[in-house]
């Protein structure tokens, strides 16, 4: 008996000593977790501290959207997929550090509500709905449209039944890797790139000058064009690929893809259609109001298509194709009929300034480029018979009576396939890139010459762009099967002095791919 007895005493110190211990770590794990929560709240209360004071409108929620895109990264990294031919294949390690660094640059950059006090929630949920934006800690040096962009980085889980699609932009650096990729509802056309100006955008108001130019340097606005026809443009942040703002068209007008800043930054310019009429149209918007439609002018032709302007800063140049089309299936009506012509006018009051018509009536005037000097450069798309030969790359300088074509050799301009897709002009070194995706190849030109300097072959490229760095002459092209080229232009003196030759035999276009799991689309915009 007296042993049971010391055995059940036995077990009761134990069970006391066990409910103790128990308390022991439970009170351990609570203070550590405590510490932890303030610690952590600590130290984001301090970096928020100082973020406010050279980002006055960071808000606290950055620290939540942070660790969500951690975690949603660190998620797609746990999926393996095979890695295209000569792509390292990332560890999970690396993967992990890439969603820190994505983490911690959105804590800081992303997600700065552009929505008025009154915005419609209904509104801005749609926009969280259909954009996902994926980003890395680099500057941006190009923006370009994605037909088709890898499912594992795209899909979403949509609760409202919305199917995912592959259309977005992304943004490119120096080293031509993806930079933020956000996905779009639609397949976009242009992007458009709001100037850096210095200064205040708005005039008017009395802010402190020194921090929106700093403010305005690092936040300009990408906007994003539809493919035509489309009723909606996009507002994106261009450090960070997150979606503003979406414009809705007015009433009985659609968009042609394809939009143009004012010199200071304050007026967007579109082109539309008046969907009644099938008259072209160029809508107005104030880049300093969300955008709001100030104004319309008349295009002074059917079907304005690519719009830019011109050095002055007091005039649009305005590409009218001359293509009536039949709305839903894009199918031309008018063909025998159509007036393509190049149109200069006053962005202010919406004159007609000036109105040039090339030599054959459907010499679509499509895609323009502007010089420095004000030469607009004219990428023209033939609508004729297949065997009719006509230049399909053009300048014009106001005043001229007549478009002037550049050189072909020996005038085989069939080589180019009727189609022009993409103008790109680099004024400093006096060269132009043209890139057609049917014809499979880009050419670069000589201003000066106005000679072919060579033509490379590329499958489907279309976007064009000057390279980021001015001391380097040349261009950078995209094209539909993932790839960013490079084509690097030796200048005649620089190659003649090298290989000792004489200059009409010495440029050299070096040409370097980088290939990515993706199809670039129609544009390509350096910032």
């Known amino acids: 008996m007296r042993k049971r007895n010391d055995d059940t005493h036995n077990r009761a110190l134990l069970s006391k000593d066990s409910n103790q211990s128990r308390r022991e770590r439970l009170t351990s794990a609570v203070m550590t977790t405590l510490a932890s929560v303030t610690g952590t709240a600590a130290l984001v209360a301090v970096h928020h501290h100082y973020r406010k004071r050279r980002q006055p409108d960071a808000s606290l929620q950055d620290y939540v959207i942070g660790v969500r895109a951690q975690w949603q990264t660190w998620q797609l990294s746990s999926s393996s997929e095979p890695q295209p031919s000569g792509q390292p294949k990332w560890s999970k390690l690396a993967r992990f550090c890439h969603a820190c660094q994505q983490a911690a640059v959105t804590w800081q950059r992303a997600y700065r509500q552009p929505y008025p006090d009154n915005a419609d929630n209904n509104t801005i949920s749609d926009l969280a709905a259909v954009h996902t934006t ?13 037909a088709s962009m890898p499912k594992n980085l795209t899909a979403t889980d949509h609760s409202d039944g919305q199917s995912d699609n592959d259309f977005g932009v992304v943004g490119i650096d120096a080293n031509r890797q993806i930079v933020w990729q956000a996905t779009m509802p639609e397949r976009v056309h242009d992007i458009v790139v709001q100037p850096s100006v210095d200064g205040v955008l708005d005039t008017d108001t009395q802010y402190d000058m020194q921090y929106n130019k700093n403010n305005h340097h690092a936040h300009r606005d990408v906007v994003v064009m539809g493919r035509r026809p489309s009723e909606k443009f996009w507002v994106l942040d261009t450090a960070t690929g997150q979606v503003k703002t979406a414009i809705q068209a007015a009433n009985h007008r659609h968009f042609y893809g394809h939009a143009c800043y004012s010199l200071d930054a304050q007026r967007l310019y579109v082109t539309e259609n008046d969907t009644v009429s099938l008259d072209g149209k160029i809508g107005v918007y104030d880049a300093t109001d969300d955008y709001q439609k100030i104004a319309e002018f008349d295009a002074f032709g059917i079907g304005p298509h690519e719009l830019v302007m011109h050095p002055d800063g007091d005039t649009l140049v305005i590409a009218n194709g001359g293509i009536k089309t039949e709305r839903a299936s894009r199918e031309e009506l008018n063909l025998d009929s159509m007036r393509p012509s190049l149109v200069y006018l006053n962005r202010h009051t919406g004159a007609l300034l000036e109105q040039v018509v090339p030599a054959h009536n459907q010499m679509s005037v499509r895609h323009l480029a502007m010089h420095n000097d004000g030469r607009v450069m004219i990428g023209i798309q033939f609508q004729g018979d297949k065997h009719i030969n006509v230049p399909l790359v053009l300048t014009h300088q106001r005043g001229d009576a007549d478009f002037e074509p550049l050189t072909m050799p020996n005038d085989e301009w069939q080589r180019f396939h009727q189609y022009i897709a993409s103008v790109a002009v680099d004024s400093v070194h006096d060269l132009l890139c043209v890139t057609t995706p049917i014809g499979g190849c ?17 499958p489907d490229c279309a976007g064009a762009s000057v390279l980021a760095d001015e001391k380097k002459a040349g261009f950078i092209v995209s094209d539909g099967q993932g790839r960013l080229t490079t084509l690097e232009v030796k200048t005649a003196s620089t190659a003649a002095s090298a290989a000792n030759t004489s ?23 350096a910032l």
Do not use: E
């Open 134 to 146: 994926t980003m890395m800690a680099r500057p941006v040096c190009w923006v370009s449209g994605v």
């Open 442 to 458: 880009a050419a670069i030109y000589d201003l000066n010459t106005r000679q072919l300097i060579d033509d490379v072959s590329l």
């Open 503 to 525: 200059l009409d035999a010495a440029w050299q276009v070096k040409s370097d791919s980088k290939w990515h799991k993706m199809s670039f689309d129609n544009h390509l915009q």
